[in-house]
Protein backbone atom coordinates (compact mmCIF):
# COMPACT_ATOMS: atom_id res chain seq x y z
CA UNK A 1 0.00 0.00 0.00
CA UNK A 2 1.20 3.11 -1.18
CA UNK A 3 1.84 6.28 1.94
CA UNK A 4 1.12 9.84 2.03
CA UNK A 5 2.99 11.71 -0.17
CA UNK A 6 4.43 14.96 -0.20
CA UNK A 7 5.71 17.40 -2.40
CA UNK A 8 8.34 19.39 -1.91
CA UNK A 9 10.22 17.56 0.16
CA UNK A 10 12.80 21.14 0.63
CA UNK A 11 11.63 24.53 0.03
CA UNK A 12 13.52 27.72 0.85
CA UNK A 13 11.65 31.34 0.15
CA UNK A 14 12.43 34.90 1.58
CA UNK A 15 10.09 36.06 3.77
CA UNK A 16 6.75 37.72 2.14
CA UNK A 17 6.98 35.33 -0.69
CA UNK A 18 4.16 32.66 -1.25
CA UNK A 19 4.64 29.29 -1.42
CA UNK A 20 2.41 25.97 -1.79
CA UNK A 21 2.99 22.10 -0.98
CA UNK A 22 0.82 19.28 -2.18
CA UNK A 23 -0.19 15.75 -0.50
CA UNK A 24 -1.68 13.03 -1.58
CA UNK A 25 -3.18 10.65 1.16
CA UNK A 26 -3.60 7.15 1.22
CA UNK A 27 -6.23 5.80 -1.34
CA UNK A 28 -9.31 5.49 -0.02
CA UNK A 29 -8.95 7.93 2.87
CA UNK A 30 -11.99 10.23 3.62
CA UNK A 31 -10.00 12.63 6.00
CA UNK A 32 -6.75 14.04 5.79
CA UNK A 33 -4.86 16.76 8.21
CA UNK A 34 -2.66 19.35 7.65
CA UNK A 35 0.12 19.78 10.31
CA UNK A 36 2.77 22.57 11.76
CA UNK A 37 5.67 21.24 13.52
CA UNK A 38 8.49 23.50 14.55
CA UNK A 39 11.97 22.29 15.32
CA UNK A 40 11.77 20.85 18.58
CA UNK A 41 7.81 20.28 19.27
CA UNK A 42 5.38 17.92 18.19
CA UNK A 43 3.13 18.43 15.41
CA UNK A 44 0.25 21.10 15.45
CA UNK A 45 -2.61 19.85 13.68
CA UNK A 46 -3.83 23.25 11.46
CA UNK A 47 -6.60 21.71 9.50
CA UNK A 48 -8.67 18.94 8.66
CA UNK A 49 -10.65 17.58 5.72
CA UNK A 50 -13.59 14.98 5.63
CA UNK A 51 -13.79 14.63 1.62
CA UNK A 52 -13.88 17.96 0.21
CA UNK A 53 -15.33 19.43 3.37
CA UNK A 54 -13.24 21.11 6.08
CA UNK A 55 -13.77 19.86 10.25
CA UNK A 56 -11.51 21.94 12.02
CA UNK A 57 -9.36 24.93 10.67
CA UNK A 58 -9.00 26.57 14.06
CA UNK A 59 -5.62 26.70 14.69
CA UNK A 60 -4.93 28.09 11.13
CA UNK A 61 -4.01 31.08 10.74
CA UNK A 62 -6.46 32.48 7.71
CA UNK A 63 -4.73 35.78 7.43
CA UNK A 64 -1.72 33.96 5.56
CA UNK A 65 -2.51 30.14 5.69
CA UNK A 66 -5.01 28.54 2.88
CA UNK A 67 -5.91 25.17 2.25
CA UNK A 68 -7.98 23.11 -0.29
CA UNK A 69 -9.22 19.95 -1.08
CA UNK A 70 -11.67 20.29 -3.86
CA UNK A 71 -12.08 16.76 -5.33
CA UNK A 72 -11.58 15.13 -1.85
CA UNK A 73 -8.33 13.18 -2.69
CA UNK A 74 -5.30 15.49 -3.36
CA UNK A 75 -4.94 18.61 -0.86
CA UNK A 76 -2.89 21.96 -0.96
CA UNK A 77 -1.64 23.90 1.52
CA UNK A 78 -0.52 27.83 1.16
CA UNK A 79 1.40 30.63 2.71
CA UNK A 80 0.98 33.90 1.40
CA UNK A 81 3.08 35.96 2.83
CA UNK A 82 5.43 33.94 4.23
CA UNK A 83 6.97 34.73 7.61
CA UNK A 84 10.14 33.94 9.80
CA UNK A 85 8.32 31.90 12.05
CA UNK A 86 6.93 30.03 9.57
CA UNK A 87 9.98 27.83 9.28
CA UNK A 88 8.83 24.23 10.16
CA UNK A 89 7.96 21.21 8.87
CA UNK A 90 4.64 21.01 7.47
CA UNK A 91 3.29 17.25 7.50
CA UNK A 92 0.06 15.92 5.90
CA UNK A 93 -1.74 13.02 7.38
CA UNK A 94 -4.48 10.73 6.53
CA UNK A 95 -6.82 8.39 7.93
CA UNK A 96 -9.99 6.29 6.91
CA UNK A 97 -11.92 8.70 8.25
CA UNK A 98 -12.73 11.16 11.05
CA UNK A 99 -12.70 9.27 14.34
CA UNK A 100 -10.48 6.48 13.04
CA UNK A 101 -7.37 7.36 15.58
CA UNK A 102 -4.79 5.99 13.39
CA UNK A 103 -3.11 8.26 11.10
CA UNK A 104 -0.88 7.78 8.56
CA UNK A 105 1.67 10.99 8.38
CA UNK A 106 3.79 11.60 5.09
CA UNK A 107 7.19 12.14 4.70
CA UNK A 108 6.80 16.26 5.32
CA UNK A 109 8.12 19.25 3.68
CA UNK A 110 10.39 21.12 5.22
CA UNK A 111 10.16 24.90 4.85
CA UNK A 112 12.85 27.48 5.60
CA UNK A 113 12.13 31.14 5.51
CA UNK A 114 14.46 33.53 5.30
CA UNK B 1 -1.63 25.29 25.18
CA UNK B 2 -0.49 21.50 24.47
CA UNK B 3 -2.06 19.14 27.22
CA UNK B 4 0.53 16.12 27.36
CA UNK B 5 3.90 16.55 27.80
CA UNK B 6 7.21 14.34 28.57
CA UNK B 7 9.12 14.52 31.54
CA UNK B 8 12.88 14.57 29.76
CA UNK B 9 13.64 15.24 26.41
CA UNK B 10 16.27 13.08 25.78
CA UNK B 11 17.41 9.32 26.75
CA UNK B 12 20.08 7.62 26.17
CA UNK B 13 20.48 3.90 26.46
CA UNK B 14 22.87 0.84 25.94
CA UNK B 15 21.71 -1.32 23.10
CA UNK B 16 20.05 -4.19 24.53
CA UNK B 17 18.97 -2.42 27.25
CA UNK B 18 15.13 -1.65 28.32
CA UNK B 19 14.04 2.09 27.31
CA UNK B 20 11.39 3.72 29.49
CA UNK B 21 9.82 6.93 28.08
CA UNK B 22 7.56 8.74 30.25
CA UNK B 23 4.47 11.01 29.37
CA UNK B 24 2.10 13.19 31.94
CA UNK B 25 -0.86 14.49 30.04
CA UNK B 26 -3.57 17.17 32.30
CA UNK B 27 -6.80 16.39 30.41
CA UNK B 28 -9.11 13.77 32.34
CA UNK B 29 -11.32 13.52 29.92
CA UNK B 30 -8.77 12.20 27.47
CA UNK B 31 -10.56 8.60 26.57
CA UNK B 32 -7.28 7.84 24.08
CA UNK B 33 -3.74 7.50 23.78
CA UNK B 34 -1.29 7.08 21.10
CA UNK B 35 2.37 6.62 21.56
CA UNK B 36 4.70 7.89 18.26
CA UNK B 37 7.78 7.37 16.67
CA UNK B 38 9.66 9.49 14.45
CA UNK B 39 12.69 9.10 12.65
CA UNK B 40 15.35 11.98 11.06
CA UNK B 41 13.44 13.27 7.85
CA UNK B 42 10.31 11.14 8.35
CA UNK B 43 6.89 11.51 9.22
CA UNK B 44 5.65 10.18 12.49
CA UNK B 45 4.87 6.45 13.04
CA UNK B 46 1.87 5.30 14.94
CA UNK B 47 3.93 2.39 17.57
CA UNK B 48 1.04 1.88 19.98
CA UNK B 49 -2.34 2.57 21.34
CA UNK B 50 -3.88 2.14 24.73
CA UNK B 51 -8.05 3.44 26.05
CA UNK B 52 -8.63 4.93 29.13
CA UNK B 53 -10.32 1.80 30.14
CA UNK B 54 -7.08 -0.37 30.38
CA UNK B 55 -4.29 -0.05 32.41
CA UNK B 56 -1.31 -1.58 30.60
CA UNK B 57 -1.19 -3.03 26.79
CA UNK B 58 1.49 -4.72 24.87
CA UNK B 59 2.76 -5.06 21.32
CA UNK B 60 5.72 -6.81 19.72
CA UNK B 61 8.84 -5.54 22.00
CA UNK B 62 6.64 -2.26 23.20
CA UNK B 63 4.32 -1.74 26.53
CA UNK B 64 2.39 0.88 27.60
CA UNK B 65 0.96 1.27 30.70
CA UNK B 66 -1.82 4.10 31.59
CA UNK B 67 -2.05 5.44 35.20
CA UNK B 68 -5.44 6.96 35.51
CA UNK B 69 -4.77 8.47 38.85
CA UNK B 70 -1.74 10.66 38.32
CA UNK B 71 -2.15 11.08 35.00
CA UNK B 72 1.14 9.65 33.66
CA UNK B 73 1.68 7.13 30.48
CA UNK B 74 5.15 5.35 30.15
CA UNK B 75 6.03 3.29 26.96
CA UNK B 76 8.75 0.56 27.49
CA UNK B 77 10.93 -0.69 24.93
CA UNK B 78 12.31 -3.81 25.41
CA UNK B 79 16.05 -4.58 24.18
CA UNK B 80 16.45 -1.55 22.50
CA UNK B 81 18.06 -1.54 18.95
CA UNK B 82 19.84 1.02 17.19
CA UNK B 83 17.01 1.42 15.01
CA UNK B 84 14.87 2.52 18.34
CA UNK B 85 16.72 6.02 17.83
CA UNK B 86 14.05 8.55 17.14
CA UNK B 87 11.94 11.16 18.61
CA UNK B 88 9.15 9.07 20.72
CA UNK B 89 5.92 11.46 21.41
CA UNK B 90 2.71 10.64 22.85
CA UNK B 91 -0.39 12.02 21.94
CA UNK B 92 -3.95 11.81 23.11
CA UNK B 93 -6.96 12.40 21.68
CA UNK B 94 -9.10 15.21 22.61
CA UNK B 95 -12.56 16.09 20.76
CA UNK B 96 -13.07 12.78 19.66
CA UNK B 97 -10.64 13.08 16.92
CA UNK B 98 -8.69 15.69 17.40
CA UNK B 99 -4.66 14.38 18.14
CA UNK B 100 -2.40 16.77 20.62
CA UNK B 101 0.80 16.01 20.77
CA UNK B 102 3.68 16.67 23.65
CA UNK B 103 7.16 17.58 22.87
CA UNK B 104 8.75 14.60 22.54
CA UNK B 105 11.47 12.88 23.62
CA UNK B 106 14.95 12.14 21.94
CA UNK B 107 16.31 8.03 22.58
CA UNK B 108 19.73 7.66 21.19
CA UNK B 109 20.36 3.94 21.77
CA UNK B 110 24.54 3.66 22.45
CA UNK B 111 26.28 0.52 20.81
Known amino acids: EAGVAQSPRYKIIEKRQSVAFWCNPI?????LYWYQQILGQGPKLLIQ????????DSQLPKDRFSAERLKGVDSTLKIQPAKLEDSAVYLC????????????FGPGTRLTVT | GESVGLHLPTLSVQEGDNSIINCAYS??????FIWYKQESGKGPQFIIDIRSNMDKRQGQRVTVLLNKTVKHLSLQIAATQPGDSAVYFC??????????FGAGTTVTVRA
Open chain 2, 91 to 100: AEIVNDYKLS
Open chain 1, 27 to 31: SGHAT
Open chain 2, 27 to 32: NSASDY
Open chain 1, 49 to 56: FQNNGVVD
Open chain 1, 93 to 104: ASSLRTGSYEQY
